[in-house]
């Protein structure tokens, strides 16, 4: 295991959801609102994770049936207990080695997913493999390059001004690709174009300072699990250094914003 990848932990679907999960589902809706795919599809989620994706497509999208892979079975898990469709199914997988047939599915959807992938030309090629003629191929990431991510970014200042080797753990310092130009060189490499690519922005809302903080604590994602290696001592140094610098309204309340960055591609 790579220094830099040591700390995603991705087995714990409830940590994930207090992290992330809560605010994977509005870009989902903005991602599918963006597709605009017909009813009656043939679906398959690309690294489901806890279910936004999975779930957002059942509800808005009226799909004949759902695959969602993951290779996380405590996300699946999760994933399986909010969503109880039947059209659904929900299986353990590799994104680049998919478990399906050639020219399976309408639409290949993945989100927030494939910078996380080793080898993400081979994922994209591999979504593209089991795309139908004239098909759909979309996915979306994080704009970490650019700051998408507030409430992350603000910890990563925060925690790299307290601790220089910090720095390598961050987003935007593992995930430099996170952008148009370079998402079309990896889809285009992949043999998927032409593209189109929009940014899907949304704000997260925490209640109070606790409610931010709270999910860096339990080790599931680079910054939680950076966070919970920490000796008591320096976590609760940036604790304090975190909550004087947030930005508060009126009623205690945190808004920071998130922007992600999604393509999508026919299949001829």
Request: proline share 6%.
């Amino acid at each position: 295991m790579s220094e830099t990848s040591r700390h995603d932990a991705w087995q714990s679907g409830d940590s994930y959801e207090a992290y992330m999960g809560r605010w994977s589902r509005p870009i989902a809706a903005k991602f599918l609102d963006w597709l605009a795919m017909r009813e009656e599809l043939d679906w398959l989620d690309v690294g489901c994770g806890t279910g936004a994706l999975s779930a957002a497509i059942m509800e808005r999208c009226q799909p004949r049936s759902l695959i969602a892979i993951d290779p996380s079975q405590g996300f699946l898990a999760k994933a399986r207990d909010h969503v109880k469709d039947p059209r659904a199914e929900f299986q353990i997988g590799d994104a680049q080695s998919l478990p399906l047939a050639n020219d399976s599915r309408d639409v290949v959807a993945s989100g927030l997913v494939l910078n996380f992938v080793p080898d993400r030309v081979q994922a994209l090629s591999e979504m593209r493999r089991v795309t139908r003629p004239g098909g759909t191929v979309g996915f979306y990431v994080w704009d970490y390059p650019g700051g998408g991510v507030e409430f992350m970014r603000a910890f990563w200042q925060t925690a790299t001004a307290l601790d220089a080797g910090a720095v390598e753990l961050t987003e935007d310092r593992r995930f430099p690709f996170c952008t148009p130009e370079g998402l079309a060189d990896i889809a285009k490499a992949a043999g998927l174009e032409p593209l189109d690519f929009v940014a899907l922005e949304s704000p997260s809302v925490f209640r109070d300072f606790e409610d931010y903080w709270r999910p860096f604590t339990l080790g599931a994602g680079p910054a939680p699990g950076y966070c919970a290696s920490l000796a008591p001592e320096a976590r609760q140094r940036l604790m304090e250094r975190l909550s004087e610098r947030l930005p508060r309204c009126e009623n205690g309340s945190i808004v920071l914003g998130t922007r992600a960055w999604a393509c999508r591609a026919r299949v001829d």
